[in-house]
């Protein structure tokens, strides 16, 4: 086996597309839109974030993540960097990054920006010949 092929496949062309998977989860996040994410994540996926058990990413979807993103004005992404290590059939990534979230403005008009930097680490797995995020676990903390 030469290097950069790993079971026959392209070492290189696989991390390509589990970049492209979580980038693609990113950007919808900063579009403030879940459409198109569903297919990102395996059915039996599980959500950790900032110490809580958020269950699968259709829950997280339709009791956490989905309704705060109707109170947000924007949802920016800086200092986003990304890590992916692949182990056929299981993938590993680790981002780092800022985010800063606009809330759409109040009763009088007053609108609240919330800024922290932030820690994801995902466990995908090729299902059906697709990258599909299992497991991923996300914190954050104050910008100092």
Do not use: C
């Amino acid at each position: 086996m030469s290097t950069g092929q790993m079971f026959g496949q392209n070492v290189n062309t696989e991390k390509q597309a589990v970049l492209k998977v979580m980038k693609t989860y990113k950007n919808a996040l900063q579009n403030l839109t879940t459409e198109g994410t569903f297919e990102l994540f395996a059915k039996d996926s599980e959500v950790f974030e900032s110490g809580g058990v958020e269950g699968s990413y259709a829950h997280y979807i339709e009791h956490h993540l989905g309704p705060e993103l109707g109170h947000f004005k924007k949802f920016e992404f800086s200092d986003y960097e990304i890590e992916a290590e692949v182990d056929s059939p299981y993938a590993f990534t680790t981002e780092t990054y800022i985010y800063t979230i606009v809330l759409n403005p109040d009763d009088k008009g007053k609108s609240r920006t919330i800024k922290k930097k932030g820690v994801a680490t995902s466990i995908l797995k090729k299902i059906d010949d697709k990258w599909q995020i299992v497991k991923t676990h996300s914190s954050s903390r104050n910008v100092k």
